[in-house]
Structure formats: C-alpha cells, structure tokens
C-alpha cells in the first residue's frame, strides 16, 4: 500500500537554482527517508530523518519533517546537472511487528545546464 | 561500503517459464526485500525476509515466491512467468533493528513475452 505522496512529480530548474520536492504520508511512523535513483538503477540513500526530529542537513541537502501534518520536504540547494535523478520519500512504519519501508511515487527532477 | 548484486541486469523470458532473480550482499545483513518498480506505481514490495528461512508477504505476493537458505542470498522466483510480471525488480538488504537504511542492488529489468 502506497503511503508516501511526493508532490511534485516533475520538476525542471536551471543549475544553480533550489529543488523543493515535498512528501505526504498518512499514519505514524518511525522514521522518514529519501532515495534517489538514476535513470534504470537502484535507488542509493540520501538522508534519514527520525521522528522526533523536525530537520536535518547532509552537504547540500536538508529535509525537514513535520509529524503534525505528516508531511516532509527535501530541500536540494545550488543544483547541478548531476542531480537529475528520481527522488522518493519512504516511511519506516512498523505493520504485524515488522518494519517495513513503503516508498512513495516519487518526484522526477531535471536540472538543466 | 555494502554491496548487493543481482545476478542480471536484463533478463527476456516466455510465458509460462520458471524464473530465479538472484540478490546476494555483503554485509551480513538480517534483512532482505525484493520489490518490483513500474512506471506511475513506484516501488511495491513482493516479500521480505528478516532471517535465513524466514519470509513475510509484501503487498503484492502474488505469482511469486522467495527463498532465503543462507544470510548473504535471497532468491525471488516466478513459478511461472506471466507478460505482467515484466518489471524492474529491485532487491534491498538492511541490518537487523530499528532506524537503518535499505541499500539496493542495481536492479534486474525482466521482460516476459
């Protein structure tokens, strides 16, 4: 079952300017995270936001986190090229005493040189 | 750093045919994931397993099956193909307990004809 909605589903930005990509999602979790995946590859980690934290940062990007509208956003600044990409958020929720992650449809981003 | 292959990056098979996807990781990982990947639906889990010869029903079990007979492999098996199966398959390991990322193999694109 689908529980993270990222919104928006494309965007296309020039280089050097900031990617917003935002997440829905609808019970309680444990934590929140956010992939990336390049065109027909896997999905590699970004950043791992728990619960009881409301923002994060890693290099150039910073997620928050609001449990209150269970909703999360990820904040890509000064783009490159190389962040053309999908990026899915997924929630760590605990179903029948296992921890599952259940992903979202995720946001196509393009950067433009 | 982790490393989870999967045995073939493109894989062609009839209708009707016996399929084994393999994944296999490096890490000592307690917690392996298979999950198929399609255009608008995002990633869906199959089945995942917590321990060797253990396996739960993801969302959408069916038309597969999993082995799991030691920690490194865990096997997804299509008794037999069918043209929807035709997929991008992606297997993910994780360490046993709470708060972990997933790490993903590379993927395996199936075609069923």
């Known amino acids: 079952s689908q529980q993270g909605e990222e919104d928006p589903q494309a965007l296309s930005i020039q280089e050097g300017e900031n990617a917003t990509m935002n997440c829905s999602y609808k019970?309680?979790?444990?934590?929140l995270q956010w992939y990336r995946q390049n065109s027909g590859r896997g999905l590699v980690h970004l950043i791992l936001?728990?619960?009881?934290?409301r923002e994060k940062h890693s290099g150039r990007l910073r997620v928050t986190l609001d449990t209150s509208k269970k909703s999360s956003s990820l904040l890509i600044t000064a783009s490159r090229a190389a962040d053309t990409a999908s990026y899915f958020c997924a929630t760590d929720t605990t179903q029948g005493g296992s921890e599952k992650l259940v992903f979202g449809k995720g946001t196509k981003l393009t950067v433009n040189p | 750093d982790v490393k989870v292959t999967q045995s073939s990056r493109y894989l062609v098979k009839r209708t009707g045919e016996k399929v084994f996807l393999e994944c296999v990781q490096d890490?000592?990982?307690?917690?392996m994931f298979w999950y198929r990947q399609d255009p608008g639906l995002g990633l869906r889990l199959i089945y995942f397993?917590?321990?060797?010869?253990?396996?739960e029903k993801g969302d959408i079990p069916e038309g597969y099956s999993v082995s799991r007979e030691k920690k490194e492999r865990f096997s997804l098996i299509l008794e037999s193909a069918s043209t929807n199966q035709t997929s991008m398959y992606l297997c993910?390991?994780?360490?046993?307990?709470?708060?972990?990322?997933?790490?993903f193999g590379p993927g395996t694109r199936l075609t069923v004809t």
């Open positions: 019970t309680s979790i444990n934590n």
């Open positions: 397993s917590y321990d060797v010869k253990m396996k």
């Open positions: 993910a390991s994780r360490p046993g307990g709470p708060i972990y990322e997933q790490y």
């Open positions: 936001i728990r619960s009881n934290e």
């Open positions: 890490m000592d990982h307690e917690n």
